[in-house]
């Protein structure tokens, strides 16, 4: 069983930062890559950014492509999503998802939902108008 924890939400201005984080425990951290997803109200969760369980292959989505990383820390069992340039469109409810494998298929994607075992309760982020 894994157990997921994000935090680092917060409201900020267009234009600002933030830096969201997600504390997982219960098994080897670096055997499965990791998602960050989102879901915005009366809209389907979608996939924002994954990183493999080494951390050298990552997937953005093109909404957050640019502005965002996604990154690892192994040693403190942690992942992150730094998002720059804020916009409205980024307000959601974003999720952090555990997979089961270390990579994704090369001939595949991570952005699949199907893909990822174990979600986290969410962390809001309010970006207003």
């Known amino acids: 069983q894994v157990q997921l924890v994000e935090s680092g939400g917060g409201l900020v201005q267009a234009g600002s930062s933030l830096r969201l984080s997600c504390a997982a425990s219960?098994?080897?951290?670096?055997?499965?890559?990791m998602g960050w997803f989102r879901q915005a109200p009366g809209k389907e969760r979608e996939f924002v950014a994954a990183?493999?369980?080494?951390?050298?292959?990552?997937d953005y989505a093109d909404s957050v492509k640019g502005r965002s990383t996604i990154s690892r820390d192994n040693a403190k069992n942690t992942v992150y999503l730094q998002m720059n340039s804020l916009k409205p469109e980024d307000t959601a409810l974003y999720y952090c998802?555990?997979?089961?494998?270390?990579?994704?298929?090369?001939?595949?994607?991570?952005?699949?939902?199907?893909?990822?075992?174990?979600w986290g309760q969410g962390t809001q982020v309010t970006v207003p108008s």
């Open positions: 998802a555990a997979s089961q494998a270390r990579y994704w298929n090369p001939d595949g994607s991570p952005r699949g939902r199907d893909l990822y075992k174990y």
């Open positions: 990183i493999s369980g080494g951390g050298l292959s990552t």
């Open positions: 219960g098994r080897t951290f670096s055997n499965y890559f």
